[in-house]
């Protein structure tokens, strides 16, 4: 019963008659004309019955339907420029697949654990399928930005035996017989490798943080991608960043207007995402929050609302470079102009959306690494394979993170990162 | 440092002056030249010092160059039929980055366990790179094979509470104050829903198996990508294995023939995956293997040998399809003619690389679904919200799964998975 027809490409078979498969999204009568408003996964449609053009057995079986019956319908394309897609379907005969009794959500109003409980439903609503191909949209621009630009795709381990930035916020495994792992919380250690070989790599896979936060900027699993480049420096890696944001905000615009319009996006102000974006240093910030009255130390890491003060007069991303090296990672290179701050930067995303991407300069000498991760109380045997990577042939080299659902919460204007993903994982759920 | 100019697009700089970075992957002297081979993680350069055309400096400089020291070379692409990308480099001047001292891998022979140990190293190497590039335009051939057909990307959970097939392959974690939870076997029921919502889907991420296998064949953590088509049937299931299959295979042949022959691949074998393949029923599959001398009992599954003994007279991947229900997994729709067998599909890729793929038409009546779960002892409230899915607006729908490492072993010839993914994960191995 496979069908090549969808209601996305419509338009091409105006005129024609076509038979579609999909699912009742809402039903209505007038008169003797009975409108059912099918949704295929691509598009919803008005298909149509007037009670002279169908048989009175299929103007009966209307009846019959309930929301999210499951259909085949045959009719002919009728151009009509007040329809979503420019067209509707004149109905000439159609069959009922599978019932639908009592769906539970409803077009009333249901309070967000009715709906993450029934999220294998939920994604079936108008604008939960706008966000997820709006997020397909994003990964795809994204591999292309990469693949485009001569970079390999290098998937790091997902289970390892050492943690990136401490053990505190790891979910643990037994692994056989070789005792505890752990779900990796970035593949940049890795990237870090691969770039060493194949000279510009990106990682793109789950990630995983059992961080105790119940914010709404916080899941258990979420996608980062990670690019790493060899022979990069800070400003090469900010370059490359501005590029991208740039680049994944106007493919969307461009390629997802349908959606957008359907989340009631305010477009306009991605539309102001174009380079160059600002840049100001750490210490540059911290003067931007106290002359907007905050009690600000230097040396301290910035909390969400610092981040919204210090982006909120700006319409593009803000890169905020050069933060206190006490408040970064351990592998950071330090900028030799000024040890105090780590060559590190951190890009804020516009409308309060907070920190979307977090890159540095890696430490390239192997005395000062190996410093650091001591200083850092790091099981040093854990990182010998790491040490390699600056014994033998170390280049200066950059990379950054970015995290999807955060990007695609941005993007579509999302007020909580649970909406961004299939199905969201939070500290108290894990289900379905 | 960073320049936009690599070994892969050097021919398009015949004639000029350029600078590249990168590591020396050998060097030779004879008389009045020396020769550096540069790799730079797109391709292997090999770059002239002659006596007269640097200087004195630099031409010393030569002697203190060891095989990974990294490297900022300058000279003239000159065009050289006889080299691998038709050019070589007239060096002017170069500069050492960093060292290499005692680099480990050395041109002879090394055990797998050195290798593997070393991996973060190991993958440096002409052969691991051209590997891991393949491996790279596979996934985008994956990638865009999808998309091109209208198919949305759903990333399903890693962190599942419930168990696909059974729960004694899992690795397990500690979630919160839930209790256990486990590393997803499969996408393939979130998939599900996915597909009811949106139409056509595909996963595609890690996936995690907790088997005691020791073989060539088995990783512990493998990436997967698992279309699932609402309204397709088994038949329509089996066309798109098919077409995807060569639209991969032949991707390959025509952009990645510098890797293939780097790794001496036979590409005629590869240049036969042509469609159709050939389709047999697991009966017919019995009856080959009696008919070679083996005693095979109809009901069984077929090992790695037997897939082999059906496999070996076929150039083509081998579709065998309609597997005795018993061996397959309860979700998959029996055949309505003969319910002894279920509606599944296996692909046997040539040359005795065994199944890469596995699929099949799901079982979308609720009552049967329902009866099915019980009979296989499965939690019935863990399945609650797949079992939904038959419940409101069920519809045929079928979708397979393809082992992303099983594929490149197998394109690119390779004995063992292990050389398929960056870092490999096997029960006794989880480093580096």
Redesign the interface.
Known sequence: ???DI?I??LKEFAGQSVTL????YNKRSGGKVRFIILR???GLLQCVLFKGNVSEDVFERFNLLNQ???VQVTGNVKVEERAPGGVELDVTDFSI?????N?PITPKEHGIEFLID????W??SKR??AI??I??RI??AI?DFF?ER?F??????????NACEGTSTL????????GK?Y?TQSGQL?AE????????VYTF??T?R?E?SKTRRHL??F?MVEPE?????LN?DMDLAEEFLEYIVQTVLKDMQTELAALERDVTKLQKVRRPFPRISYTDAVEILRKKGVDFEWGNDFGAADETLISEDYDQPVLVHRYPSEVKAFYMKRDPDNPKVALAVDVLAPEGYGEIIGGSQRE?DYDLLLKRIKEHDLPVEFF???L?????????HAGFGLGLERTVSWICGLEHLREA???P?M??????
């Open positions: 019963m496979k069908s969808n996305k490409k498969n999909g699912w009742v295929d996964g691509t999210e019956s499951s697949i599978g019932n639908s009794e769906y029934h999220r294998h439903l994604i079936r939960q399928m997820l191909r997020r397909h990964v795809k591999r693949d001569d390999t795709l290098f998937d790091p381990p997902i289970i390892t035996p979910f643990e495994t037994e692994y056989f017989d070789l792992a779900l890795y490798a691969g770039a060493l070989a194949l000279g510009k896979g789950p995983f059992a105790k258990t699993e996608w480049m060899a022979f990069y420096d090469d390239d010998d394979w790491y390699d990577l600056r014994k033998y042939g170390s280049v200066p993903i299939p199905f994982r500290i108290y759920r894990n289900t379905p």
